[in-house]
């Protein structure tokens, strides 16, 4: 049987050399860990468009434009994502937890502190070849 592929937009919120990640909840998937913020994407939405309506929902940003990082396909066994990571630097408004999630403006070079989901260890690869 061919499986379903959840299609999620992922935002790498970028100021000079720090990054803005967030806790999952306990009960969401892979809770407990930290992410970039973003969510799934509905139908007929842009992996844009789907970024700008969860940015501002999870952490409060009104974003002007992104650019493509990396996609990568990850089988949990229980779900299969494909996260679209857009690097976002042109925003407007104060990073927060709006949804009441721990939050915090970490340095690249300082992510490796953090326990990510399996799936993020590519992007913050990426994140470290491009920036550092
Ligand atoms: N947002 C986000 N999701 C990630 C990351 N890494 C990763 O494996 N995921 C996975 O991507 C999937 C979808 O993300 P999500 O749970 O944020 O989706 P959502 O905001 O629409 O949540 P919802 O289901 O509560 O409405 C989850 O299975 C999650 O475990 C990450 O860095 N950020
Ligand atoms: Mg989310």
Same mark, same amino acid.
């Given at each position: 049987?061919?499986?379903?592929?959840?299609?999620?937009a992922?935002?790498?919120?970028?100021?000079?050399?720090?990054?803005?990640?967030?806790? =999952?909840? +306990?009960? !969401?998937?892979?809770?407990?860990?930290w992410?970039?913020?973003?969510?799934?994407?509905?139908?007929? @939405?842009?992996?844009? !468009?789907?970024l700008? =309506?969860?940015?501002?929902? @999870? $952490?409060?940003?009104?974003?002007?434009?992104?650019?493509e990082?990396?996609?990568?396909?990850?089988?949990?066994?229980?779900?299969? $994502? =494909?996260?679209?990571?857009?690097?976002?630097?042109?925003?407007?408004? !104060?990073?927060?937890?709006? @949804?009441? !999630?721990?939050?915090?403006?970490?340095?690249? +070079? @300082?992510?490796?502190?953090?326990?990510?989901?399996?799936?993020?260890?590519?992007?913050?690869?990426?994140?470290?070849?491009?920036y550092?």
């Open positions: 049987m061919t499986k379903v592929i959840i299609n999620v992922v935002g790498v919120i970028k100021k000079n050399n720090n990054v803005f990640i967030c806790k =999952r909840a +306990d009960e !969401q998937h892979q809770g407990g860990l992410e970039f913020p973003g969510g799934k994407v509905e139908a007929g @939405e842009s992996v844009f !468009q789907a700008k =309506r969860e940015l501002l929902e @999870e $952490v409060g940003l009104t974003i002007h434009s992104s650019s990082l990396i996609t990568i396909e990850h089988d949990y066994g229980d779900k299969c $994502v =494909r996260l679209n990571v857009h690097v976002v630097s042109n925003f407007n408004g !104060q990073a927060h937890g709006a @949804e009441g !999630q721990p939050s915090e403006w970490v340095g690249i +070079d @300082e992510l490796d502190n953090y326990d990510f989901p399996a799936a993020n260890v590519e992007i913050i690869s990426a994140i470290k070849t491009k550092n």
